[in-house]
Structures are given as C-alpha cells and as structure tokens.
C-alpha cells in the first residue's frame, strides 16, 4: 500500500524539485567532465552522442540509477557530470514539481523524457484561507497539455491547489491509456463531467481521489451521474474518494459498482449517502480498509418521517465483518447513537478522522477506549480537555494529532485549551505531528511537550484570538515557541501564534536549524524578527508571512536565500514597492508578484507578496492584479 | 463578551433590517461576531448547536448581527472546505425549499420566509399581516393567502395539515380585494 499521501503537508526528501537541479549563482556553469561543452543557457545539452563505450557506460548507469527513487538523491546525482545528467534524466520516473511556475513544462519534458507519474503543485497555501483572489493562476492546462504529447505511457497524476477545467480532465482520459491514477488535493474549476469523462474513458483506473476539492457549482440538471460512467466490467477500482463532492451521486449505481470492484480497498463517500445507504455498500466491500462514512446519520427530513436505521445491530455486524479496516473517516452528520457501531473495528484503526463530527467527551471516550493502536487522530474541539485526556490515556502509539475548532472565530469560547496539550504529551510520547487551535494556551503546556515529545517534526499551534498572551503569565508566548525550536531537534514545519515578539523569531533562528516551512501570523515587533528568521534557517524552504511588522530592510536581509527557497509569502506587513523592486532587480530568477486586491489603487504599499524562484521568467497567465515586478 | 458598539446602536440599527423571521422574535443574541467576507449565520456556542440540531424547528433564526469587532480575511486559518462543510450539512438537515417568496398584490417587491420558522398557520398568518401591513389601506382589508404548490396550482392556505403544506409549498401569494372575497369559501 503507497504511503499516506492524503495530506502532503509536509513533502518527502524535503530540498529542490528540478529547478535546484540548475545552478543558482552567477556563474552557469557547465556540468563538468568529459568534452567540455558548457550546458547552454536552456539547460539543453547541445554536445554531439558520446562515443560507444560511453554509451555502454550510460546505459549501465541508467541500469543502476532507475533504483533510485527519493529525488534528492537523483538531483544529486544529476550534478555529477553530463552522463550521469543524461542517464538521471532517462530514469526518472517520477516528476515532482513543487511549484508549477518554477519551470515551463516544455522544458520538464524535454529533460525527463520517461515519467510515469507527475506531483504538481499551484497556488501559495493561503490560497485556502482566502487570501488569494481568485483567478490567480496554477492552471492545469498548459502541464496537461505538454504532458499528453510527452508522456503516452503516464500513469499517475496528483495535483495540489491546481485550477483544472473539465476539459483537461477529459485531455487526460483521451491522451494516456495506461492511466491509473488520479489524486487531487485543494483543486478547483472542474465538475461532474470532467469526473464522468475520467470515469468513461479510463480503463484501467485504480485510483480516483478527490481530497477537498472545490467542484464548480452545478445547478441540478448540469450535475452529471458519473458513478454510472464506469465501465460495466469487473473494474480494477481499488480507490474511490469523493467525500468533497457536494451533489448528491446515484447510489444505485455506486452500488452497483462498488459490487464489481473486487480490487476496491479504499472508500470515502460523501455526507449525502446515508447510514443505511452505508451499510449496504460495506456489505458489498468486506475487504476494505480505509473507509469514509458519508453522514452516518440521516438527513433532519427523513428522520421525521421515521424512515431511520431498523437493525442497528446489523451496522454493527458489518463492522465486525469488515476485518482490514485500518481508518475510518467521514462521520459527517454523526447521529450518536450509530457511533458505537464502529467498536468491532476500533482495535485495528490507525486512523480515525471524526474532525467534521460534533461529539463531546463522553461521546469520545468509548470510542478511544478502543483505539489502542491509533497512529492519526484528527478530531473537533467539541470534545474538550477531557476527550484529549482520554486519548493520551489510550493512544500511546499516536504519531499526528489534528484538533479543530467548531467555531472558527477569533471570539469563539474554544474548548480546548493548555491542559488539552499537556495531557497529549505526557500520554503520546511518539508525536510526530500536531496542529491544534485553542483560545488558552500557557508557555508551561509549550515547554512540556518540547520536553516530552522529542520526535516532533510538525508543530502547529493556533491561538485563534489574535496577540493573546499566556492565558496564566499574561506573558508573550516566545518562550514556549522557543522551547520547541530548541528541544526538538526533527522540527521541519513550525506554525506559531499568540502574542510573540522579536525574541520567538530570535530562538528560532538560533535552533531551528532544520525548519523547512515556517507560517507567521501577527507576530514580532520589527524588522529584527524576520531577520533572525532569513540568517539564521539555512533549510528554510516556505515561509508564509501576515499582519506582522517586517518591512523592506527585514525583506532585502534575505536576499542570500531567496533561491534556496520554494517561495515567501507575505501580506499586510510593511513592504512597499521599492523594496519589492530592489529584490527584483538584484535576483533575476526570482518572480515577485505584488498582488492588489484592487488593481486601481496606486499605493506604495504592498499588500501581498509572492515570491519564487523560477526558470521559466514571469509568466504569461498573469490576471490584471498581479504585477510582476 | 468583546463589546466594540454600543446596545442602542444596535437597537437602531436593527430597527432598519430587513430580517428573516417573525419581527421581535429574535433570540437575544450573543454578539458573536461573523466574518467580513460571507454573510453567514452566527455560529452559536456548542449547546444551543446541538439543541437547535435535535429540534428541527426553531424560532427566529436571527440574520447575522453587524460584527462587533471586526474580523479579518483568512483567520483563523480554517480551510473554507471545513467552514462550508458545516454550512452543508446544517442546510441539508434543514430540507431544500423552506424558504420561500411571499408576494402580495400591489406591492412593490416581494418577501422571502423560511416557513421551519413557524409553527403553523396562526403564527404564519400573523407573521404575514406583519410584514405586509404597511400595504393595508385603502384597499381594504380583505385578502386571502395562497400558495403554490409543487404541481403548480394555487391552493388556499390552510387547508392541510401544517407539515403536509410546508412539504409542498414552493410560493406564497397574498390575493387581495374583489377576488380574494369570490374565493373564499368556508372558514378560515
């Protein structure tokens, strides 16, 4: 089974994707060795086909090198000389693109002529939260386009936060035959017909996974019925996730098709199938192992008409007789009373999502109770410092901890709080990663979990009231933050919040010696912090920036690391525009887009930042709000 | 909680909204604040969530109160897919059409109801002489309530069982003068 892809927020291997590949200081130099032709400025090598002993010589690298996989090793060896350029390029198999605009795709397949299977990535993170307008770019289009005559033989795609249409979706199905594999995370602009036309024409599909996508509204008689599209046959469907598709899908026809999918082990549906509708669909598909509930509950509506689940007792039978599952997700409209029907399978659960599920503790604890071997755990703060006791009484092997608010507002009561987080880290000690929001948080819980769980690698704490304190101290939460830089010493991704100043971006800079991706919000008092942050993180890869006052000096003292980075974001700080051009000019390669929400206004001030490094120059799709400096 | 404008603006303010709802019915709000960017329902605490969830109807299910304090863009950091999840799922328990236009002859514009809001045709009809009353007049003050049904037809209101009509109910239309008298027959 591949690896748990479903998130991505943190990328495996880490470092460049093809751009770090070329060489980022002034001089471009040629790849070395042999006849001494310099690599032209395309990144093509021009050089007349090696004589026939170094073609044997290449074709055994290309032997050799085809068992590498992670791409930080094959960028590396890339760089060794031109053969070992040339057999690297023949071999790899699998395309990660961290940044769509960071390379054409003209230029991607000319080097890599043999992809099986493409990771594209578009839009800033904070896309999500709105803050960037729509239409800004990262659209599928011209990579489909590119690829379809590229790549006859591809088989895999996974998009992320990438504008597809209907229309490339249907490129897709038309261009590759041997297609197998399609995941899309955050994107957006496409609709039941590109499903449908995926489903038609792809014969040989194993994987389609929607990870909260965003599909084009549809009026009732647009919405196409693409469950019924897949072929009739016995099909070799082994993951199907649709829980982010709003209109409602032909069950009799999902039914069906889920009966001659023997291959099928993943399934999440979405909150319009409903607890009995579920039920029958397990009893079609024992050998599951990663299921999506739907609501497990039913509508208000036909509640009140009386026509709820007759046999709770055979929702727990289908439980009992799903033996392989491992995760359970969905839970969208939980009614209570089905939740203990899930028991007979809590035993094997390494994952549980019940994040859109509004249970309390008491709700809880039977259930965790259970859940001895759980890994993930992503859940509703509904469930209150107790719930999060009961999990840390239970879950000693829990790796990744996710604790959402209900109510996402800055004023909300929040229900979990400091005690929430100490009781985690004394009971799951094997942490690796964890986002949690709250309104109460103390240095002292912060220092405690640096302290116990040592194998963090993710950290993410939002304090959702804006500027708050220690709740207890009333003092900046600069200690606890820093204590986490400072004890943890596999800390790549760090999300601070609360009141900070200056001194948190110091302590960060000091240890974080390892973070890759960096997310600040209403933070530090000067430019000071953000440079401690740009000197002082040699891996620093992402930085995402708002409402924090870093202005153009703190911008310009990073100038030696912009191209080391993925991108930097930041918005409603102090940048103006010069500053912005300074950087523009001393680093050719980098891409700033300054983005106006409206476009008329001529301020000096610049409200949003995005910045990369690029080989492809500014591009060509750019909307009227973006400039390009 | 976090005040930043004064209750008798508030008042003021609300005299001149155009609400959902039986006017003065509106629950005492906490001023929990909403964002700028959507014109959401509040979002209640966690206990008046699960009860309004268990009953189905509810009164005065209030517009969103102008914010208190200003929220800003994107924060908290919550996905939109998570916050329009929840707005899902709340309009999927509600049941599709229980909003509802309400015409009356000779006004100008129309109104829209959410009929979940009332318990039956007392508190309809009330509701309805409410809203309406600054077009009574001169034209007198017989009228008749109608509505229109999912085969198209215009039925008098009143007739069947309350749930049965608000099931089927797709518009009202308050007829009024000369024809609403023809049409009424037995007792309302």
């Known amino acids: 089974m591949r690896e748990e892809r479903s998130d991505m927020s943190e990328d495996e291997d880490g470092g460049g994707g093809v751009e770090q590949k070329e060489r980022w200081g002034p001089s471009h130099g040629g790849g070395g060795g042999g006849c001494g032709s310099a690599k032209s400025r395309g990144g093509v090598w021009t050089d007349p086909p090696p004589p026939f002993s170094d073609q044997v010589l290449e074709n055994v690298l290309e032997n ?33 693109i961290g940044n769509c605009y960071a390379v054409s795709p003209r230029r991607a397949t000319d080097r890599f002529r043999r992809v099986r299977s493409v990771v594209l990535k578009g839009k800033p993170r904070f896309a999500d939260f709105s803050l960037v307008p729509l239409g800004w770019g990262a659209h599928f289009s011209p990579w489909a386009s590119a690829m ?14 990438m504008s597809i249409a209907d229309y490339d979706l249907s490129l897709l199905a038309f261009s590759f035959p041997f297609f197998k594999d399609l995941t899309l995370i955050c994107c957006d602009g496409f609709g039941t017909l590109g499903l449908a036309v995926i489903a038609e024409k792809c014969r040989h599909l194993r994987v389609l996974d929607l990870i909260e996508a965003y599909l084009e509204e549809e009026e009732e008689d647009e919405v196409v019925d693409w469950v019924s599209k897949f072929p009739q046959t016995t099909t070799s469907l082994e993951t199907l996730g649709f829980d982010c598709v709003v209109s409602t899908v032909n069950f009799e026809a999902l039914e069906a098709l889920v009966a001659r999918s023997p291959a099928l082990r993943q399934l999440r549906v979405n909150h319009h199938v409903t607890v009995d509708q579920l039920f029958r669909l397990m009893v079609r598909a024992p050998q599951l192992t990663h299921l999506g509930t739907g609501s497990f509950g039913h509508p208000a509506a036909l509640a009140l008409q009386g026509d709820v689940m007759e046999h709770d007792a055979d929702l727990v039978s289908a439980f009992a ?32 999502n019940c994040s859109f599920a509004e249970i309390t503790a008491d709700e809880l604890k039977p259930v965790i109770h259970h859940c001895h071997n759980l890994q993930k755990f992503w859940v509703l703060d509904t469930v209150r410092d107790e719930g999060l006791q009961a999990v840390a009484a239970t879950c000693k092997d829990l790796r990744e901890l996710r604790v959402f608010p209900l109510n996402a507002t800055e004023d909300s009561e929040g229900f979990v709080s400091d005690v929430g987080l100490a009781a985690i880290s004394q009971g799951c000690r094997r942490l690796r990663s964890i986002l949690y929001f709250c309104q109460q948080m103390t240095n002292k819980a ?5 302290k116990n769980c040592q194998e963090l690698v993710v950290f993410r704490l939002c304090i959702m009231g804006r500027h708050l304190p220690d709740h207890l101290t009333k003092e900046p939460m600069d200690e606890g933050f820093g204590a986490i830089v400072m004890n943890c010493k596999k800390l790549t991704r760090l999300a601070v919040s609360g009141l900070l100043t200056d001194k948190a971006f110091g302590y960060i800079g000091k240890y974080g010696k390892s973070i890759r991706t960096l997310s600040v919000a209403f933070a530090g008092d000067s430019d000071v912090g953000l440079r401690y942050v740009l000197e002082g993180c040699p891996k620093l890869q992402k930085l995402e920036i708002r409402d924090s006052p870093f202005g153009d000096p703190a911008l310009l003292s990073g100038i030696h690391q912009y191209y080391n980075m993925r991108f930097l974001w930041m918005n409603s700080c102090k940048l103006s525009i010069r500053g912005c051009n300074d950087v523009a000019q001393r680093l050719p390669r980098l891409i700033v887009e300054v983005i106006r929400d409206r476009p008329e206004a001529d301020d000096e001030t610049v409200e949003k930042l995005y910045m990369y490094r690029s080989l492809a120059g500014p591009r060509n799709d750019a909307p009227p709000f973006v400039m390009i400096l | 909680m976090d005040g930043g404008v004064g209750y008798a603006d508030m008042d003021a303010l609300k005299a ?25 329902p509040t979002k209640r605490s966690l206990d008046e969530d699960r009860a309004a969830r268990r009953e189905t ?13 200003a929220q800003v863009v994107g924060w908290p950091p919550i996905r939109s897919y998570r916050k329009n999840s929840f707005q899902a799922m709340k309009a999927t328990a509600e049941a599709a059409g229980l909003y509802v236009k309400v015409s009356m002859d000779g006004a100008p514009y129309l109104r829209k109801i959410d009929l979940e809001v009332y318990k039956g045709y ?17 034209k007198g003050s017989e009228y008749a309530i109608t509505y229109e049904d999912k085969d198209g037809d215009l039925m008098l209101v009143g007739d069947v069982p309350w749930e049965m009509f608000t099931s089927s109910c797709k518009k009202l239309r308050i007829i009024r003068g000369a024809e609403a008298i023809r049409g009424l027959g037995s007792s309302q």
Request: aromatic fraction near 8%; hydrophobic fraction near 35%.
């Open chain 2, 57 to 69: 109807s509810e009164g005065g299910r209030a517009t969103s109160a102008r914010a208190t304090k």
């Open chain 1, 446 to 450: 912060v220092i405690t979990m640096s």
């Open chain 1, 148 to 161: 379809a005559t590229a790549y006859p033989w591809l088989e895999r795609i996974c998009l992320k936060r």
């Open chain 2, 16 to 40: 001149t909204e155009l609400r959902l709802g039986l006017p003065g019915s509106h629950p005492p709000e906490k001023p929990l604040p909403t964002t700028t960017t959507t014109a959401r």
């Open chain 2, 122 to 138: 007392r508190e309809l009809r009330e509701a309805l002489e409410d809203m309406f009353k600054c077009f009574e007049g001169c």
């Open chain 1, 64 to 96: 050799v090198l085809q068992f590498l996989v992670c791409r930080r090793d094959r960028n590396a060896a890339s760089l060794v000389c031109r053969s070992w350029y040339r057999a690297e390029a023949q071999t790899r198999g699998e395309l990660f």
């Open chain 1, 321 to 352: 007789a799903s033996k392989s599952i491992v995760s359970l997700s969905g839970f969208r409209d939980v009614a209570s009373q089905y939740l203990p029907a899930i028991y007979p399978v809590c035993a094997n659960l390494t994952t549980l």
